[in-house]
């Protein structure tokens, strides 16, 4: 049984002040809320605040990007033992502004999952396709490179244990979320690749969330596809009570 996992991409937003003055007023407003894996990721800067201001509640925490490498010369990197110790437990690899902006592979991502695995970090693996893709009719083998370069060398009990968020590139901060009727075709196919290439227990465990403009307005249909396990969201998680909203509407019984 996969419980709804909601995750806040906060980006290159706030300081370190501002990410605690959030956290603090989020932890109160969610604090008895079952039922649904809630994660922040803060800038770095701000991980090792905010882990500590939320340590023993039901919020935690995730970094948005590391490094492979245990440690070395390696300028303005971190690495997977670094953001362990400062309090994460997840990390977001792949996110779309990664590959586009920072040249970011599949070859990349999968060094980065392996290694986050190691530091016992669970990564949150980012895949999905372009605008011009899907307008080829390519969604699908685009997704399926994605999932066989990112995820190369994983066994099925890890597969389990992380989660991959979908987000169609087209759909990220642009107001334009895809529909629930393709999200769940995209979720369909994931999870039966996941099916076909790891087993099923690792398909049945792996959650598959979402991401792209997600609002408190369009969760509940998201999640009412059987295959859309919870939700990454950017500009929806920057203020407490749309995320905190988004959170309660992605609970089975709010649907
Ligand atoms: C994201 O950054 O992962 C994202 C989905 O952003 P937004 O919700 O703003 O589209």
Known sequence: MRIPFIAGNWKMYKTV??????????????????????VVAPPFTAVHAVAEAVRNTNVGV???????ER????????????????????VIIGHSERRRLFGETDAIVNRKV??????GLTPIVCIGETLEERERNETLPVLD???????????????????????PVWAIGTGRTATAMQAGEAHAHIRQR???WFGADAADRCHVIYGGSVKPDNIRELVAEPDVDGALVGGASLEVRSFADIVTRSRPAAV
């Open 194 to 196: 996941l099916r076909q």
């Open 145 to 167: 490179r994605q999932i066989k370069d990112s995820l190369d060398r994983l066994t099925g009990d890890q597969i389990a244990e992380l989660v991959v968020a979908y987000e």
């Open 114 to 119: 392996i290694a986050a695995i190691g530091a």
């Open 62 to 68: 995730a970094a948005q990007n590391l490094f492979w």
């Open 17 to 38: 002040h501002e990410a605690v003055v959030f956290v603090k007023e989020l932890k109160l407003v969610v604090k008895d809320v079952t039922g649904v894996e809630i």
């Open 71 to 90: 440690e070395g010369a390696f300028t303005g990197e971190v690495s997977p033992g670094m953001i362990k110790g400062a309090g994460a437990e997840y």
